[in-house]
Nanobody, 109 residues
Framework: QLQVSGGGLVQPGGSLRLSCAASGIIFRYYAVDWYRQAPGQQRELVARISRTDSTNYADSVKGRFTISRDNAKNTVYLQMNNLKPEDTAVYYC?????WGQGTLVTVSS
């Protein structure tokens, strides 16, 4: 199971760090993705970290978001900097066909 946390309300230009903690699976053996879904929009892939820790990002978040993992804590993070109103969405992590419950990120002044 995947437990997502860290969402909230932040002003434009602010930062948040999302966490995705795994139980029952060992994260370091799998690629982990962060997705988001804004109201009325399709779910989109935001960032991916591979088993070998290579990373990929959606063009809309490159240079602002960073995905990383802490194998000792069996947790993957999404550091989000310079947040914009268009980053407002529910964020999910997924690995091995498991999905976290989602956390709402709202960027608004």
């Amino acid at each position: 199971q995947l437990q997502v946390s860290g969402g909230g309300l932040v002003q434009p230009g602010g930062s948040l760090r999302l966490s995705c903690a795994a139980s029952g699976i060992i994260f370091r053996y799998y690629a982990v993705d962060w997705y988001r879904q804004a109201p009325g929009q399709q779910r989109e892939l935001v960032a991916r970290i591979s088993r070998t820790d290579s990373t990929n990002y959606a063009d809309s978040v490159k240079g602002r978001f960073t995905i990383s993992r802490d194998n000792a804590k069996n947790t993957v993070y999404l550091q989000m900097n310079n947040l914009k109103p268009e980053d407002t969405a529910v964020y999910y992590c997924t690995a091995v066909n498991y999905w976290g419950q989602g956390t709402l990120v709202t960027v608004s002044s």
